[in-house]
Protein backbone atom coordinates (compact mmCIF):
# COMPACT_ATOMS: atom_id res chain seq x y z
CA UNK A 1 0.00 0.00 0.00
CA UNK A 2 1.37 3.74 -1.01
CA UNK A 3 1.26 6.04 1.68
CA UNK A 4 1.45 9.56 1.58
CA UNK A 5 4.43 11.46 2.97
CA UNK A 6 4.10 14.16 5.89
CA UNK A 7 3.16 17.67 5.03
CA UNK A 8 5.89 18.74 7.31
CA UNK A 9 8.80 18.08 7.33
CA UNK A 10 10.36 14.91 9.81
CA UNK A 11 13.28 16.33 11.55
CA UNK A 12 14.36 13.08 13.55
CA UNK A 13 13.48 9.67 15.25
CA UNK A 14 14.44 9.18 18.44
CA UNK A 15 14.63 5.52 19.94
CA UNK A 16 13.97 5.43 23.33
CA UNK A 17 16.24 2.27 24.90
CA UNK A 18 14.05 0.56 27.60
CA UNK A 19 17.60 -0.18 29.64
CA UNK A 20 17.89 3.77 29.61
CA UNK A 21 14.59 4.58 30.87
CA UNK A 22 13.72 1.62 33.13
CA UNK A 23 15.47 -0.11 36.00
CA UNK A 24 16.41 -3.29 33.58
CA UNK A 25 16.74 -5.57 36.61
CA UNK A 26 13.32 -4.52 38.78
CA UNK A 27 10.56 -5.78 37.23
CA UNK A 28 8.45 -3.23 35.73
CA UNK A 29 10.17 -0.21 37.38
CA UNK A 30 10.87 3.23 35.36
CA UNK A 31 14.33 5.35 36.37
CA UNK A 32 12.43 8.34 37.25
CA UNK A 33 15.21 10.54 37.20
CA UNK A 34 16.41 9.25 33.52
CA UNK A 35 12.90 9.66 32.05
CA UNK A 36 12.58 13.57 33.01
CA UNK A 37 16.21 14.34 32.01
CA UNK A 38 15.84 12.53 29.02
CA UNK A 39 12.32 14.65 27.98
CA UNK A 40 14.18 17.90 29.67
CA UNK A 41 16.41 17.15 26.63
CA UNK A 42 14.41 16.33 23.78
CA UNK A 43 12.20 19.40 24.49
CA UNK A 44 14.81 21.91 24.21
CA UNK A 45 16.10 19.97 21.10
CA UNK A 46 12.81 19.93 19.38
CA UNK A 47 10.90 23.12 20.45
CA UNK A 48 13.72 25.92 20.49
CA UNK A 49 11.69 28.71 22.23
CA UNK A 50 10.72 26.76 25.64
CA UNK A 51 12.49 26.63 28.61
CA UNK A 52 11.83 25.40 31.80
CA UNK A 53 10.07 28.49 33.03
CA UNK A 54 7.62 28.89 29.86
CA UNK A 55 6.51 24.73 29.06
CA UNK A 56 2.76 24.35 29.16
CA UNK A 57 1.96 21.15 30.99
CA UNK A 58 0.06 18.85 29.11
CA UNK A 59 -0.22 15.85 31.61
CA UNK A 60 -3.78 17.21 33.67
CA UNK A 61 -4.14 14.00 35.04
CA UNK A 62 -3.59 13.30 39.11
CA UNK A 63 -0.27 11.58 40.31
CA UNK A 64 0.67 9.77 43.22
CA UNK A 65 0.83 11.85 46.54
CA UNK A 66 -1.31 14.83 44.38
CA UNK A 67 -5.05 15.23 45.76
CA UNK A 68 -6.70 17.74 43.26
CA UNK A 69 -6.73 18.85 39.28
CA UNK A 70 -4.19 21.46 38.57
CA UNK A 71 -4.82 24.85 38.60
CA UNK A 72 -2.97 26.35 35.73
CA UNK A 73 -5.50 25.34 32.97
CA UNK A 74 -7.69 28.53 33.22
CA UNK A 75 -4.32 30.77 32.23
CA UNK A 76 -3.68 28.69 29.04
CA UNK A 77 -6.52 30.48 27.11
CA UNK A 78 -4.68 32.91 25.51
CA UNK A 79 -0.90 31.50 25.23
CA UNK A 80 -0.29 30.75 21.75
CA UNK A 81 0.65 27.24 20.71
CA UNK A 82 4.62 26.78 20.86
CA UNK A 83 6.64 25.78 17.43
CA UNK A 84 8.21 22.61 17.51
CA UNK A 85 9.80 20.86 14.97
CA UNK A 86 8.71 17.30 13.72
CA UNK A 87 9.37 14.13 15.30
CA UNK A 88 8.92 10.77 16.39
CA UNK A 89 9.72 8.76 19.93
CA UNK A 90 9.84 4.62 19.60
CA UNK A 91 11.10 3.49 23.18
CA UNK A 92 12.01 0.34 23.87
CA UNK A 93 10.06 -2.43 26.94
CA UNK A 94 13.49 -2.48 28.96
CA UNK A 95 11.95 -4.06 32.50
CA UNK A 96 8.37 -3.97 30.52
CA UNK A 97 7.19 -6.53 28.63
CA UNK A 98 9.95 -8.93 28.25
CA UNK A 99 9.53 -11.06 31.21
CA UNK A 100 6.04 -11.62 30.17
CA UNK A 101 6.78 -12.22 26.72
CA UNK A 102 9.73 -14.60 27.23
CA UNK A 103 7.95 -16.50 29.93
CA UNK A 104 5.00 -17.25 27.88
CA UNK A 105 6.65 -17.77 24.68
CA UNK A 106 4.76 -15.09 22.40
CA UNK A 107 7.68 -14.26 20.15
CA UNK A 108 7.52 -18.33 19.05
CA UNK A 109 3.83 -17.56 19.05
CA UNK A 110 1.15 -20.67 18.65
CA UNK A 111 -1.97 -18.32 20.05
CA UNK A 112 -4.22 -21.45 20.31
CA UNK A 113 -2.07 -21.97 23.43
CA UNK A 114 -3.18 -20.70 26.81
CA UNK A 115 0.01 -19.47 28.32
CA UNK A 116 0.54 -18.19 24.73
CA UNK A 117 -2.73 -15.97 24.51
CA UNK A 118 -2.55 -15.10 28.17
CA UNK A 119 1.20 -14.26 27.74
CA UNK A 120 -0.02 -11.92 24.64
CA UNK A 121 -2.42 -9.97 27.00
CA UNK A 122 0.03 -9.89 29.47
CA UNK A 123 2.81 -8.17 27.36
CA UNK A 124 0.44 -5.65 25.87
CA UNK A 125 -0.45 -4.50 29.14
CA UNK A 126 3.01 -4.27 30.36
CA UNK A 127 4.23 -2.53 26.79
CA UNK A 128 1.01 0.16 27.10
CA UNK A 129 1.36 1.06 30.61
CA UNK A 130 4.61 2.04 30.44
CA UNK A 131 4.15 3.46 27.00
CA UNK A 132 1.45 5.64 28.71
CA UNK A 133 4.31 6.87 31.65
CA UNK A 134 6.32 7.83 28.61
CA UNK A 135 3.52 9.83 27.06
CA UNK A 136 2.83 11.82 30.40
CA UNK A 137 6.41 12.74 30.88
CA UNK A 138 7.00 14.06 27.99
CA UNK A 139 3.49 16.11 27.99
CA UNK A 140 4.71 17.32 31.06
CA UNK A 141 7.54 19.02 29.18
CA UNK A 142 5.18 20.91 27.09
CA UNK A 143 5.46 18.07 24.01
CA UNK A 144 1.92 17.13 22.49
CA UNK A 145 2.53 13.38 23.02
CA UNK A 146 0.31 10.73 21.78
CA UNK A 147 0.60 6.96 22.28
CA UNK A 148 0.05 4.72 19.19
CA UNK A 149 0.17 1.01 19.67
CA UNK A 150 1.05 -1.12 16.57
CA UNK A 151 -0.98 -3.80 17.60
CA UNK A 152 -3.88 -0.70 17.57
CA UNK A 153 -2.76 0.39 14.26
CA UNK A 154 -3.16 -3.12 12.75
CA UNK A 155 0.48 -3.56 12.49
CA UNK A 156 1.25 -7.42 11.51
CA UNK A 157 4.17 -9.49 10.51
CA UNK A 158 4.57 -13.12 8.60
CA UNK A 159 7.46 -15.14 10.08
CA UNK A 160 8.58 -12.30 12.26
CA UNK A 161 8.79 -9.62 8.92
CA UNK A 162 6.69 -6.95 9.19
CA UNK A 163 4.11 -7.36 6.37
CA UNK A 164 1.03 -5.16 7.33
CA UNK A 165 2.46 -1.58 8.94
CA UNK A 166 -0.18 1.62 7.83
CA UNK A 167 1.18 4.76 9.15
CA UNK A 168 -1.77 6.90 8.08
CA UNK A 169 -2.54 7.82 11.68
CA UNK A 170 1.42 8.22 12.31
CA UNK A 171 1.54 11.02 9.38
CA UNK A 172 -1.88 12.36 10.52
CA UNK A 173 -0.88 12.78 14.04
CA UNK A 174 2.82 14.94 13.02
CA UNK A 175 0.99 16.70 10.51
CA UNK A 176 -1.73 18.05 12.78
CA UNK A 177 1.19 19.17 15.49
CA UNK A 178 1.19 15.95 17.38
CA UNK A 179 4.50 13.92 18.22
CA UNK A 180 3.37 10.13 17.93
CA UNK A 181 5.12 7.86 20.60
CA UNK A 182 5.58 4.10 19.81
CA UNK A 183 6.58 1.19 21.38
CA UNK A 184 7.73 -2.35 20.78
CA UNK A 185 4.71 -4.45 20.59
CA UNK A 186 2.83 -7.82 20.75
CA UNK A 187 1.00 -8.23 17.47
CA UNK A 188 -0.21 -11.01 14.93
CA UNK A 189 1.59 -12.93 12.92
CA UNK A 190 0.17 -14.57 9.69
CA UNK A 191 2.51 -17.57 9.68
CA UNK A 192 2.80 -17.85 13.71
CA UNK A 193 -0.23 -16.52 14.63
CA UNK A 194 1.76 -13.88 17.05
CA UNK A 195 5.36 -12.71 17.97
CA UNK A 196 7.10 -9.73 19.31
CA UNK A 197 7.96 -7.09 16.98
CA UNK A 198 10.75 -4.86 18.34
CA UNK A 199 10.98 -1.14 18.86
CA UNK A 200 14.11 -1.15 16.60
CA UNK A 201 12.13 -2.90 13.60
CA UNK A 202 9.54 -0.04 13.75
CA UNK A 203 12.03 2.78 13.50
CA UNK A 204 13.72 0.73 10.42
CA UNK A 205 10.19 0.77 8.29
CA UNK A 206 9.09 4.50 10.11
CA UNK A 207 13.05 6.01 8.38
CA UNK A 208 12.02 4.02 4.85
CA UNK A 209 8.76 5.27 4.55
CA UNK A 210 8.64 9.08 6.22
CA UNK A 211 12.93 9.79 5.93
CA UNK A 212 13.71 11.38 8.36
CA UNK A 213 16.78 14.11 8.66
CA UNK A 214 18.64 11.62 11.26
CA UNK A 215 17.89 9.14 14.01
CA UNK A 216 19.22 8.79 17.51
CA UNK A 217 19.11 5.97 19.76
CA UNK A 218 19.95 6.45 23.59
CA UNK A 219 20.96 3.75 25.67
CA UNK A 220 22.30 3.35 28.80
CA UNK A 221 26.14 2.88 27.58
CA UNK A 222 27.80 5.42 25.63
CA UNK A 223 27.16 3.18 22.48
CA UNK A 224 28.27 0.44 20.55
CA UNK A 225 31.80 -1.45 21.97
CA UNK A 226 34.35 -3.92 20.61
CA UNK A 227 32.80 -6.43 23.10
CA UNK A 228 30.75 -5.76 26.31
CA UNK A 229 31.46 -2.80 27.77
CA UNK A 230 31.65 -4.01 31.15
CA UNK A 231 34.62 -6.08 29.91
CA UNK A 232 38.02 -4.75 30.90
CA UNK A 233 39.84 -3.30 27.49
CA UNK A 234 36.42 -2.73 25.94
CA UNK A 235 36.98 0.09 22.90
CA UNK A 236 33.93 2.57 22.01
CA UNK A 237 33.47 2.23 18.61
CA UNK A 238 33.10 5.74 16.98
CA UNK A 239 32.12 5.42 13.27
CA UNK A 240 30.60 2.14 11.01
CA UNK A 241 30.56 2.75 7.38
CA UNK A 242 27.67 0.92 6.00
CA UNK A 243 27.75 -0.52 2.15
CA UNK A 244 25.16 -0.60 -0.73
CA UNK A 245 24.37 -4.46 0.33
CA UNK A 246 24.17 -3.61 3.83
CA UNK A 247 27.22 -4.56 5.25
CA UNK A 248 29.47 -3.20 7.61
CA UNK A 249 32.63 -2.30 9.38
CA UNK A 250 34.19 -0.32 11.78
CA UNK A 251 36.00 2.66 10.23
CA UNK A 252 36.94 4.40 13.44
CA UNK A 253 39.08 3.48 15.61
CA UNK A 254 41.36 0.81 13.84
CA UNK A 255 40.71 -2.39 15.89
CA UNK A 256 43.82 -3.81 16.78
CA UNK A 257 42.04 -7.21 16.30
CA UNK A 258 40.15 -6.78 12.51
CA UNK A 259 39.95 -10.59 12.38
CA UNK A 260 37.74 -10.67 15.96
CA UNK A 261 34.15 -10.04 15.37
CA UNK A 262 32.74 -7.17 17.34
CA UNK A 263 30.37 -9.07 20.00
CA UNK A 264 27.15 -8.15 21.37
CA UNK A 265 25.41 -9.35 24.80
CA UNK A 266 21.66 -10.01 24.99
CA UNK A 267 19.53 -10.16 28.26
CA UNK A 268 17.97 -13.52 29.24
CA UNK A 269 14.78 -12.23 28.40
CA UNK A 270 15.34 -10.06 25.45
CA UNK A 271 12.74 -11.47 23.17
CA UNK A 272 14.19 -8.67 20.71
CA UNK A 273 17.11 -9.36 20.10
CA UNK A 274 19.24 -6.58 21.70
CA UNK A 275 21.79 -5.02 20.34
CA UNK A 276 22.46 -7.02 17.02
CA UNK A 277 19.48 -6.22 16.00
CA UNK A 278 20.02 -2.58 17.18
CA UNK A 279 23.05 -2.46 14.45
CA UNK A 280 21.12 -4.52 11.65
CA UNK A 281 18.54 -2.12 12.19
CA UNK A 282 20.47 0.76 12.40
CA UNK A 283 22.60 -0.24 9.27
CA UNK A 284 19.67 -0.36 6.84
CA UNK A 285 18.37 3.25 7.80
CA UNK A 286 22.12 3.80 6.95
CA UNK A 287 21.83 2.68 3.80
CA UNK A 288 18.70 4.88 3.03
CA UNK A 289 21.32 7.81 3.40
CA UNK A 290 19.74 8.51 6.72
CA UNK A 291 22.38 9.08 9.46
CA UNK A 292 22.09 7.30 12.55
CA UNK A 293 23.86 7.96 16.42
CA UNK A 294 23.81 6.08 19.33
CA UNK A 295 24.92 8.19 22.44
CA UNK A 296 23.90 7.64 26.45
CA UNK A 297 20.81 9.18 27.31
CA UNK A 298 20.68 12.09 29.42
CA UNK A 299 24.34 13.54 28.72
CA UNK A 300 25.73 16.45 26.76
CA UNK A 301 26.15 13.66 24.29
CA UNK A 302 22.64 13.01 23.36
CA UNK A 303 21.65 16.51 23.80
CA UNK A 304 24.14 17.22 20.65
CA UNK A 305 22.62 14.11 18.73
CA UNK A 306 18.95 15.20 19.35
CA UNK A 307 19.94 18.90 18.02
CA UNK A 308 21.56 17.71 14.44
CA UNK A 309 24.71 19.24 16.03
CA UNK A 310 26.19 16.26 13.97
CA UNK A 311 25.28 16.74 11.00
CA UNK A 312 27.83 19.64 10.15
CA UNK A 313 30.29 16.40 11.60
CA UNK A 314 31.29 14.47 14.43
CA UNK A 315 33.89 16.54 16.91
CA UNK A 316 36.80 14.65 18.40
CA UNK A 317 34.96 15.17 21.88
CA UNK A 318 31.48 13.60 21.26
CA UNK A 319 31.11 10.07 22.62
CA UNK A 320 28.67 7.58 20.68
CA UNK A 321 28.25 5.70 17.63
CA UNK A 322 27.90 7.48 13.88
CA UNK A 323 26.28 5.00 11.89
CA UNK A 324 26.85 6.43 8.15
CA UNK A 325 26.09 5.10 4.42
CA UNK A 326 29.54 5.37 2.44
CA UNK A 327 29.30 4.73 -1.35
Known sequence: MEHKKTAKRLRCIVKLGGAAITCKNKLETIDEENLKEVSSQIRQAFVPESTSANVI??????????????????????????????????????????????????????????????????????????????????????????????????????????????????????????????????????????????????????????????????????????????????????????????????VKPKLEDTSKPVEFTVAAHDTTGGMVTKITEAAMIAKLGIDVYITKAGTDHSVKALSGFLKGGIPDDWLGTAIRYMS
Open 57 to 250: GMDWSKRPGQSEAPTFINDLCDQPVADSESFIVVHGAGSFGHFQASKSGVHKGGLSRSLVKAGFVATRISVTSLNLEIVRALAREGIPSIGMSPFSCGWSTCQRNMTEADISMVIKAIDTGFIPVLHGDAVLDTLQECTILSGDVIIRHLAAELKPEFVVFLTDVLGVYDRPPVEPGAVLIREIAVREDGSWSV
